[in-house]
């Protein structure tokens, strides 16, 4: 059952009912279900904890340090999830590891750190995982190896705290609000709109990470408004927005799943994660690398940045209701990860099988030991054998948004992947049709991926999605006006 409650004003009186909550979980549920964690073996331990020192005074403030030693055992401990925002703080280098493993100045430590370290102290824990200062942030070796195993570290620890309306390290967790409001299942919105500190208690039993001995509790700390159910691993850099269905996106039967409903339930994850912010582009897939590893199967093919080479011309079909593009290499044009943003698609995902167009050869060249992670600048690629035809990009008449002409006269609406400059009106494009003149499974459109010759002058990139709707098609079609497509072969990079 999820359950909003209200909080006292005194924000630090807010940690005796989720102490309770816990207490309770680990006291009395069925450990068949809830996590425990009793016992565990410490294969998907982190490298490193934080130790948050013994001393029930401010004594302990002396005593923070990193440990990386546990003698082959677990150690029940709470981890932070959060954003990292654009202001510097403290991170673990190699310059300063030694000392890290001997004190970390608490005069150092952001108001979000200090708030987490506080609430775990005061929940009876002494070990905290906050990605930050727990991974030598410039050893790339480290980073991608703790990286690959996010997934593992948040759903291993024994609470998540999620500082979802934090934005920056410096926001902290507890605010200070002005009066009391009272609701039932919604907030309802008082004449002055305070902010609140809202704690939830999500559904424990009803698991969002694919087996029920790696389920977690999740403590949430958000204002009205922006707060979902449910959560799923990521990296401490990701959103300051409320999470993810729970309901929606349950992984409890992954293994029981269907090859397409695997593969459709991972492109939900994939577009609503892209939403995300994350401080930096280039860890996008990284992030995601712990839960692309409990996806992978051989009936959804090998990993292509982001996407599944069995179902990967469906996946290429995402549409940016708005974003911006990433500033560094992150992975190739026809990948979600190239845009962080609000994306979406007009069809569910289907395998290659079901389109005219072909997947004839495709590949990435992984950046380090995780295949699942961060790849080469410019080592993705696609070649299809696929239905095409030029067009012209040029500005609709009527409402001056950027669209392409066809021949021998059909304009297809553009939704493009990036702002469309003037520079680029009356230039020419590729139009490749996956499936040809048929409309996908919701009847709406006809869609091609619009592409444009990359700097080598001979491979291709995309752009954006042309969407051709079906009812002008046929109206074109009846006045004689065919669009005449040739099957071409392409390499999208």
């Avoid at 493993?101 to 430590?109: C, G, R, T």
């Avoid at 506080?118 to 410039?138: E, H, S």
């Avoid at 979802?164 to 926001?171: D, I, K, L």
Wanted: charged content about 20%; hydrophobic content about 35%.
């Amino acid at each position: 059952m999820n359950v909003g409650q209200q909080v006292p004003k005194d924000p630090w009186l807010g940690r005796f009912r989720p102490a309770m909550w816990l207490r309770e979980c680990l006291q009395y549920h069925d450990r068949g279900t809830c996590k425990t964690n009793s016992g565990q073996g410490t294969s998907s331990m982190p490298k490193r904890l934080m130790f948050l020192g013994n001393s029930n005074d401010d004594s302990f403030q002396n005593q923070l340090k990193l440990a990386d030693t546990f003698d082959s055992k677990y150690i029940p401990y709470v981890a932070l999830s959060y954003c990292w925002g654009a202001s510097k703080h403290i991170i673990t280098k190699s310059a300063n590891y030694d000392q890290h493993l001997h004190n970390i100045s608490w005069s150092a430590i952001p108001a979000t750190y200090r708030d987490a370290i506080n609430f775990t102290r005061a929940l009876g824990y002494r070990y905290l995982w906050i990605d930050a200062l727990c991974i030598i942030q410039d050893d790339k070796q480290d980073w991608s190896h703790e990286a690959a195993h996010m997934a593992d570290i948040y759903s291993d620890a024994i609470l998540v705290i999620s500082a979802a309306n934090a934005t920056h390290v410096g926001f902290g967790l507890l605010r200070e609000r002005p009066g009391w409001r009272q609701f039932k299942n919604r907030l309802k919105k008082g004449h002055d709109d305070p902010t609140h500190l809202l704690i939830q208690e999500p559904v424990v039993h009803s698991n969002v990470l694919g087996d029920p001995a790696l389920e977690g509790l999740y403590l949430y700390f958000a204002e009205p408004g922006r707060f979902k159910s449910g959560s799923l691993p990521r990296d401490g850099c990701t959103s300051q927005q409320a999470v993810t269905s729970r309901q929606r996106y349950d992984l409890s039967s992954l293994d029981r799943m269907s090859d397409k409903e695997r593969a459709n339930l991972w492109d939900g994850l994939a577009l609503s994660y892209q939403n995300r912010l994350i401080t930096k582009d280039q860890d996008r897939l990284s992030a995601l690398s712990g839960l692309a590893h409990r996806f992978q199967s051989d009936g959804l093919g090998h990993y292509l940045a982001g996407l599944w080479s069995k179902f990967a011309i469906s996946m290429m079909l995402w549409e940016v209701k708005q974003g911006r593009p990433a500033t560094e290499y992150v992975a190739p044009s026809w990948s979600w990860a190239t845009v962080q943003g609000r994306l979406k698609r007009n069809d569910s995902i289907e395998p290659n099988s079901r389109f005219r167009a072909k997947l004839l050869d495709s590949g990435c060249t992984r950046a380090t030991d995780d295949p699942y992670g961060a790849i080469i600048s410019g080592s993705g690629f696609v070649k299809l054998s696929s239905p095409c035809a030029d067009a012209t990009i040029v500005r609709n008449v009527r409402s001056g948004h950027p669209a392409i002409l066809l021949p021998p006269a059909i304009q297809a609406f553009l939704q493009s992947d990036n702002e469309v400059e003037a520079s680029q009106i009356g230039a020419t494009v590729k139009c490749l049709f996956p499936r040809g003149l048929e409309t996908g499974p919701s009847g709406r459109y006809v869609e091609a991926l619009v592409l444009t010759l990359s700097k080598n002058m001979e491979h291709y990139q995309r752009i954006g999605i042309a969407h051709i709707n079906k009812h002008s098609l046929r109206d074109h079609q009846e006045r004689g006006h065919d669009l005449r497509l040739i099957s071409q072969t392409i390499t999208i990079v």
